[in-house]
DNA sequence: TCCCGACCATTGGTAGCACCTTTCAGTGAG
DNA sequence: CTCACTGAAAGGTGCTACCAATGGTCGGGA
């Protein structure tokens, strides 16, 4: 019948749509672990043809979400078998009611790469980032000295980042849009002081000193300490009891 | 025409054969960056339909390896922009000629992970956790001190996943595949030692004490200890000039 | 030379069919 | 009553054919 554009108005591809869609009802929870599908209900739910339930089936089996066997059709999986690094199941989760898990979980990781990202970064950075990361951290005391909430975090965002990258790890540089997620999800859930608390933004200056003075002992220290005070400040989360 | 099972005589679905060997030629540098396919081609070139040939550059779009545009065609992506993540194409670049870089920064990721990972563990683990902790470095003194490596890596492989596990933290947990690869390409690689050096024989028990004793902090530096061995080991596998 | 429109290669999406595997209910024997 | 066999149905797997949309490419006109 070559229904075009169900309404959601965007340039998005069909299948995507629908993988977004199912994606975050089973990182959601809405849809349980063990709870079954069919080709025909998303065919029918979605009102797409039999190859997007096909396409998008099968690019949630790619992510661990749902395994497809013959017979008994599409089955939810635990969570446990979840590929967590997939940016989509990343993206859901934060979306989705585990929102705060997720940031908690994400910034775990942080602490636990960015320190060693930070002394790669000292050791392989080029003149260049060196002199970037020295101007952005700059940049940041202005704006945050200022209370410039959201330019600050795009710096925060691009400084993060550019450690990532100059680490010359693929692995640590992959994590770009984790850390991303995570500084943005920070502001946005409200957990950024109105104006950045002055060790952050010493913080700040001393990792850039320290990776461009190419002293990885030191920032790897140094980033270390901005972490840890990046966790004290996202603790206000876990007392939701209230 | 019906083709059944081209010849690989596997039990794997189409798609996931013809996933693999694309997915291997781009990771493996093969299919450099930039270049062209078609399904035409893939069609062709695998007999398959178009229904597979259009599953299988789904798939390897969702990893990134792979871009999809109307009348340009299928395009490959640089590696910048890989899910190097994804547990297949971990798997294919461990496969392929990049082995040695793959596994040099996943060992990095590793340094930088399982310290954090240890920590969590010893604030989480539960008691038969522990336990079984315990129980583990022991037999992997008795294995290694005979000098049995299969036996040893397999005990070796199964304590550091515990450990991940018992963090409590999916992003942690989920390194778990990653984990196991590295250790069993180590060994396959031949960068163990005939007989497990005592000091790794010491450290691991160090960690399973430290674990289940509940001191993160010891856990901690025992870890990190335990991986500056394993950099060590590792180092004989010359970096790559950049 | 430069811009604009027509063309066409190639993916995006739909429809429908044949087939194969797996499950499950029903049946009969012991 | 139990268990093994059997057969049918369910539902994914794979195939073909066809139309729609799109965006390079190329040629022609200003």
Redesign the interface.
Known sequence: MGRQRAGNGGTESL?HSVLDAIGLEITGGVLPEGHGLTLDVIQERFGVSR?VA??TM??LE??GLVVSRRRVGITVQP??SW?????RVIWWRLAGPGRDSQLR??T??R???E???AS?AAR?ATPAQRERLLALAAEMRAHGEAGRLEPFMELDVEMHSLLLRAS???????LTDVVTSVLRGRTQLGLMPHRPVPEALDLHEEVARTVADGDHAAAETAMRRLLAEVRDAMAPIRPRRV
Do not use: K, Q, W
Request: cysteine-free.
């Open positions: 299948h190859t096909r396409e099968r690019l790619s992510m969570s446990s590929h967590v690094y997939d940016p979980s994400l775990e990781l602490i636990a790469v320190p060693l990202a790669a392989y010359g790890n693929e692995m640590f540089t992959a």
